[in-house]
Structure formats: C-alpha cells, structure tokens
C-alpha cells in the first residue's frame, strides 16, 4: 500500500518486521534492513564507509568480527544512515508486527521518531491491537508517542465485504473457488485480512476447518489467561457467541473464579464485554476453541450448560431452543424433545421458518420412531417446510406424519394433517383429490371453523376445474359453516367466492370491498396480513396508479420490519405480472433470479408465472429464440394441472411467441375454448389484463372481430374499473379498424393509451402503439416515437427491430394525409447499442 500511495516520488523504502517468538532477537526489523542493504550491489561497502557499526548487526559480513557498538553509537548510526537516505529522496522506515518486538527494538524506534525532524523521513509501523494484553511492553512505548504531535495512530476498520471480496479474489489459493466459497469465506472472517488469508489457505479443507495457525495463535492466548480463563472460555465456547454472567456464573461455581477468568479473557483480547455478559471478539476464536475438544469433553459441556439453563430459565419460551441444543448434544434426546416442540412452535409464530426448520429437525431425530411424539415432531418440521414455500420437502414430512396419523393417532390428527398437506399440493387433480379427502376426514369432527375453510378450498377447485353446480354449493356451505362459527373472515373469503360465480356488473368492486374487511380483521388479528397486503395489492390494480401501488407495497413492508417479521419476496420485488405490464423488467428478472436461485425445482410450484414472464421479457430483447425454451416448458407444466385458470395462463403465455413469430390465429384458436364456459368479464384484474394484451392484438392481426363481443357487449366488463375499461376502448379501437372507421379507431386507441399511461401500465400502453399506427393519425406517430423511447430504455432490442420492420415506416392513406410506404429497395432502420441504451440507426 505504501508503494502504490508513494510511487510517484519514488521513495527509498526501509522494511523490517518483527517475527512471533517466545525469546525475539534484539533489533530483529533493523537487522532485517542492514541485511537488505548487504545484498545489493556495493551495499556492504557502502555501509563500510558510511555507517560501520550497523554492520555489527550481521554476524555473516566480514567488519562483523568489530565487537557490538553501544545502544548510542547504534542509535546514532542508524539515525545517520536514515538521514542520508533522507538527504537523497523521500525515505520510508516500515517496521511491521510490533506487537512482537522485544524491547531492545521499541527503544531505537521510539528514538528513531524523536529525531526525524531535522532531515525529515516517514516512519510506519503496524501492531495488532488484539495482540495486546494489559502488561504488553508496548503499552508504555505506545503512550510516550501518543504525546508526541508528529505521530499519528490509524486505527483500520474491518475490511468491507466489496474490499474482502476483492482480497479473495487476487489470492491464487482461490482461483479455482466459486462465488459461493469466497462468500463463505468473507462471512467467517467478518473483515479481517489475517483471517481471510488464513482461511482461504485451507478452504479447500472444508468451511467449518479452522486453519492451524489461527487455532495454534487462539489456543497459546488461552493457556497464557489461566485455568481460570480456560474454563470460563470452553463455557462459554459451547453456549454460543455470547453468554450473559447469571448462566456463566453456576458453571463457574463462585463468583470470584469468573471474573479472575473474566479479566483475563479480556486482557488477551479473546472475549470482551457485551451488557450483561461476555462475548467472544470474533468467531474463529469461538471455533478455534471448540476445535480443540474432544468429543466426551464438549458432550460434558453442553450437558453443564443445558441444565444450568434448564434450572434458570426453564418457563422461559426464548430459552426454550438453546436449552432444547444443549441437553440434545449431550445425549439427553427425552429432555431436549419438549423443549425443541416448544422452541419450534415459537419460531412460526415469529416467522422464523428457516429456524423452526432446524429445531424441528432435531426434534424428528431425538423422537422414538412409531410414536406420537415423532407425528408431531414430523407435523412440525412440515409446517416450517411449507412456511418456506419447499413444497416437495413439505409433501412428503406431511406424508409421513399423516402415516402415523393414521396408525396411532386420532381422528383430529388425520383431519389436520390431511389439510395441512392439502394447503402445500400444486394446483392439479392431486390437490383436488386431497381437498376432498380433508373435508371427509373433518366432517365427523364438526368443528364449522374448519369446515368453513374446508368447504370455500372445494369451492375454489370446483370453479377452476368448471364444476360450476357443485362449486356453488359448496359456497353455500362454507357460508353455512363460517356463520355457523362465527368467523367473518371465512365468511368474507366465502362470498368472494360466490362473486366470482355470479359475476355480476360490477362484482370486481363489491370483491374489493370484502377484501379491505379482510385486511382490517387481519391486521386487528395479528394474522395473516401479510397475506391480506398482497390480495388487497393485486385487487386494487384495476383502478391504482403506480404511487398508490407503490405505498401498498411500502405499508406492507413496514408492517413486517416493525413485527420483525421477514418480509414476503412480493414485498421485495413486487408481483411478477404488475412488473411485466408497468415495465419493471428489472424487477421481473430479479424476482424471477431470487426464485430459481432459492427454490430450485420447487420454484415452478411456487410462483408458476414468473417462469413464462422472464421468458417473454428475453423474447422482446432478444427475440423469440431467446425464451422458446423456457416458455414452452413453463406452460407445459401449467397445462398438466388441467385447470381453466392454469390453461388461460398457458395460452396467455405463449401468445407472446405466437404473436412474436406471425401466428395470431392461433393465438385466437388456443383461447376460443377458455372463452366457452369463462368468458373475459369473469377474470380477476390479472388474467384479465394478461388475455386482454395477446387476444385483441390478434383479432386485429388475423382480422378476426368474433372475438372483441366478449369485450364490447359484455356490461360487467365496462362496470370492472378503470383497467377493464381501457381494455374495452382498445377492443372497441381494434373493431373500428376492421370495419373501416378510422376516426373512432383513432379516438378509442386515445383513451386506452391515456388510462394505460396514467396508471404505470407502459408495457400495456407502448405495445398499443403499433396497432394505433394503423389509423396514420399524428397521435399514433407520437405514440410509436414513445413506444419507442420506451423499448430503448428496456434495451429490447429485438422488438425495436420488429417495430422498425413491420411497422414504423408503413402508413396506410388516411383522411390525414398519405403518408405512403417505404419505397422499394430502401434500406429500413436497424438497431444499434450505445452505451447502455440501443437507438434506431436511421
């Protein structure tokens, strides 16, 4: 570092360092500089003529044979020699490790400084401040310079995670190491550049390994603090990071033998206070302890440990999971189980799914097989499984338990771990088949709160599976049931239901409305509110602006940092389909990216449309070849569920490729038998929107106006809010261009565009633009200029290049003039990129 600060002057740079020793040698760095000077050319000759004492120092050259000068003849020779240096050109004097120097070393350096006045020169010298303990000999040479004005002490803050990142990254040890393991790596270090290159010396050798010069360093601090500190320090290795006094002090058994232990800790800079208890000051020092136990001696450990706790703080519910680890790492699995059910319980509750997950793990492990105690250890486990959406590892725990359920539980333990493995199924007729089975298992129970839920699952399934007379009444039932309980939640979830069966003019807003009582009971609640944001988010879309969706979004973000509640990933990066249609792309890939990196294979089951929207962003940058792949085995998997909805999706889908590639009849063919028993005005505002931006396009397209009457003369569509009537203006627009009526064409596709504009739907609005075109009006060519900008911006380039094919420079005669076509053999504008944008090369 101080060859790259100081390179431009080309300084003289004198390097010693002192070397970890029971005994240092005397004047070790110095000794290392007059060596350096004998090994360039004329060096020892030099040193002969100039400064003939210094050569003393090194027993090997031939004016060694001298007797040793005094420490002032010393003092002074080196003094001269740093001055003559200084004389010449810059002069730096480093000298590295001083927390190992001996005291012969600290006194020339302290007198070295005192003199650099006169013939001014730079000293720099490094010790770790971890290193030293209360009685260190540098402390007293540390406080006499500390008085001194010339002298200045940086203090180096850990490494940032960019700069350690940065550091790993130049380390040949590492070449061949993933992202992954550079980031483990960063993690343990937690900034320190001695830890960083320790540990990335042995990675390979696994990423719980401690390297063999930090625990040999550690282990030496700890025999130097005492017996006392031994104890206190193995305590505390094995209660975890940090450890208040009332658990330390029974485990040290007075109160004298844990400060004397206390104090010594920290004079080693091992462990430093932290409120009411003490913790380790890094977590290699933590594992570098723990390292060094033998098995039988840290089972001893955690069981001293757990009862301690166990004794204190037994009721206790946040001690219930540390007590739970101790007493089962002892081998006391009949003690530790109670503690873990508990431990796990608390988890969900706090959201934690990933902990509950763990605890629950320990729990199925320190069960007895065949009993009910491992049922609901397994039930547990599922439960957190499904909280953390890994549906296949949810599945088969829930499976298992339901196994035992069934053998050696009651009827209650079927019915709820039936439903429960019911909620985490993928849409199919698997699911469908357990809804079925959940109610069969719950009716002789009688409980209406369940039945209630129960009965509005079937009715759902019944509607998407087109079971329309008895998805009805199964309505009626849950309302019956909700009633009968007394839940209005249920009985609102029941009636929204019912809406859609009806769906009547105007059923969008009386759904809103039942869906903002719901918020409120959750949020009175404390239950499911989450849950409620996201339904009330989407809802709202028929009529929200970007702000007022935004400020959802911000509300639901809020409420869960203030319960410390992990905040869903819709709260992160919005819902896959709003980003696609407003042109978050950005957002879209990045939620698309965190779902296939978490959830892997499950990740298709968990969010089934973000898989086809990432898709069809790829098809507009970078043209179809880009998303065939993925698209087609996305609705491939949707299609297998055989629900109309999962169909619509499907062909919503893979409209974008068909339309990409020229086939919009197809387009029409793959929607027509959806259309049949679901006509447009019973969507929900986002199949709606997704049908609306494929099916009217390619009615135009294919010169097809069928279609457009399950827009135009459908009266619920125009009373569905602000979204449902843009859609009805561009249908309107898209029949006034096949009749002929250019002018109502034109004025329809103005009012669809603005309504898109002023709600955040660009996607929607832009892609409006080229078949506005059509009408050769000044409004459309202003549209196209901006539909342009805006697929500039989203740097798709393969749809600017179909615009500029297909469409920018192809007006048909209009009552405004002839604006005519692109002569033939002209050359038509091709795309470029610039920088971070593409632009139209005209």
């Not at 319980?345 to 105690?373: F, G, K, M, N």
């Not at 249609?581 to 449309?609: F, H, K, N």
């Not at 795309?831 to 944008?837: L, T």
Request: with cysteine; charged share 25%.
């Amino acid at each position: 570092m101080l060859r790259e600060a100081l390179f431009g002057s080309a300084p003289a740079l004198l390097y010693g360092a002192c070397g970890l020793s029971e005994a240092p040698p005397p004047y070790e760095p110095f000794v290392a500089i007059v060596r350096s000077i004998i090994r360039e050319p004329n060096g020892e000759a030099a040193l002969q003529g100039m400064v003939p004492e210094l050569l003393a120092l090194a027993p090997e050259t031939a004016a060694s044979r001298h007797q040793a000068p005094d420490r002032d003849r010393l003092f002074g020779a080196f003094l001269r020699l740093l001055r003559q240096y200084a004389r010449a050109r810059p002069t730096v004097l480093v000298v590295e490790d001083l927390h190992w120097a001996d005291e012969a070393t600290l006194a020339m350096l302290q007198f070295l400084i005192g003199e650099a006045e006169p013939t001014p020169y730079l000293v720099a010298a490094t010790y770790r401040s971890d290193e030293l303990h209360r009685r260190h000999r540098i402390r007293p040479f540390l406080a006499a310079l500390a008085r001194r004005p010339n002298v200045v002490t940086i203090a180096l803050a850990p490494l940032s995670a960019a700069n350690a990142l940065d550091l790993l990254q130049g380390l040949p040890t590492l070449k061949a190491a993933s992202p992954s393991e550079m980031e483990a790596i960063n993690h343990r270090a937690e900034g320190n550049p001695l830890f960083l290159e320790e540990l990335a010396e042995t990675h390979q050798l696994g990423r719980s390994a401690v390297p063999a010069s930090v625990a040999e360093t550690v282990l030496q601090r700890v025999a130097r603090a005492g017996d006392n500190a031994r104890r206190l320090l193995q305590y505390l290795a094995v209660t975890g990071a940090r450890a208040n006094y009332d658990i330390l002090e029974p485990l040290m058994g007075e109160e004298a033998a844990l400060l004397e232990g206390a104090r010594a800790g920290v004079e080693e800079h091992l462990v430093q206070e932290d409120d009411d208890g003490l913790a380790f000051r890094h977590a290699l020092i933590r594992e570098a302890i723990l390292s060094d136990l033998m098995t039988r001696e840290r089972r001893a450990l955690h069981r001293s440990v757990g009862e301690v706790m166990e004794r204190l703080h037994k009721d206790d519910p946040e001690y219930a999971g540390d007590i739970a680890q101790h007493l089962g790492a002892a081998g006391l699995a009949d003690r530790a189980l109670p503690f873990a059910m508990r431990a796990g319980e608390r988890a969900l509750r706090l959201a934690a799914a990933e902990e509950a997950a763990r605890i629950y793990e320990h729990a199925v492990e320190w069960s007895q097989p065949s009993t009910v105690d491992r049922m609901r250890a397994l039930e547990g486990l599922g439960r957190a499984y499904a909280r953390d959406l890994f549906v296949k590892k949810a599945t088969a725990t829930y499976q298992e338990a339901l196994d035992l359920a069934r053998s050696i539980g009651s009827q209650d333990d079927v019915a709820r771990i039936t439903l429960r493995r019911t909620f985490v199924l993928p849409w199919g007729r698997e699911e469908y088949a357990s809804w079925q089975a959940s109610w069969a298992a719950a009716e002789p129970l009688d409980q209406p709160a369940t039945l209630a839920r129960i009965a509005s699952g079937l009715a759902r399934r019944a509607y998407l599976y087109l079971e329309d007379d008895r998805g009805a009444a199964w309505v009626e039932r849950a309302l019956v049931e909700a009633r009968r309980a007394g839940g209005r939640g249920q009985e609102l979830f029941a009636l929204r239901l019912q809406l859609q069966y009806q769906h009547r003019p105007g059923w969008q807003a009386e759904e809103e409305a039942h869906i903002r009582e719901q918020l409120e009971l959750a949020l009175w609640d404390d239950d499911g509110v989450l849950s409620m944001y996201t339904d009330f988010y989407v809802r709202r879309c028929r009529e929200s602006d970007e702000a007022e969706r935004e400020r959802i979004l911000q509300t639901g973000r809020d409420y869960a940092e203030r319960l410390a509640i992990p905040e869903g990933i819709v709260f992160r990066h919005g819902v896959a389909w709003v980003n696609w249609l407003t042109g978050r792309w950005d957002r879209a890939r990045a939620l698309s990216e965190e779902i296939r990196s978490r959830w892997s294979d499950d990740a298709p089951v968990v969010y089934p449309s973000v898989g086809p929207i990432a898709a069809s962003v790829a098809i507009e940058i970078d043209g179809p070849e880009a998303g065939r792949r993925q698209l087609t085995d996305a609705t491939a998997r949707l299609r297998k569920t055989e629900t109309w909805r999962a169909l619509l999706w499907a062909a919503a889908h893979e409209a974008n490729l068909h339309l990409a590639e020229g086939r919009a009849a197809v387009v029409l063919e793959s929607f027509r038998p959806i259309f049949e028993p679901r006509p447009p005005s019973v969507y929900d505002v986002e199949d709606f929107a997704l049908t609306s931006r494929v099916v009217l396009p390619a009615a135009l397209l294919a010169g097809d106006r069928s279609v457009l009457r399950l827009w135009i003369d459908d009266p619920t569509v125009a009373a569905g809010g602000a979204m449902y009537q843009a859609a009805l203006d561009h249908a309107r627009a898209i029949a006034a261009l096949l009749d002929g009526n250019l002018e109502a064409a034109d004025a329809s596709f103005a009012r669809a565009s603005a309504a898109y504009l002023e709600r955040g739907w660009l996607l929607l609005a832009h892609e409006l633009a080229w078949q506005w075109s059509r009408t050769g009006s000044p409004a459309a060519s202003e549209a196209l200029r901006a539909a342009e900008t805006f697929y500039e911006t989203q740097r798709a380039k393969w749809r600017l290049q179909w615009l500029a094919e297909r469409h920018l420079c192809l007006q048909p005669r209009t009552q405004w003039g002839v604006l005519g076509r692109v002569p033939e053999g002209s050359r038509l504008p091709r795309v470029r990129e610039i920088g971070d944008r593409v632009e139209l090369d005209q």
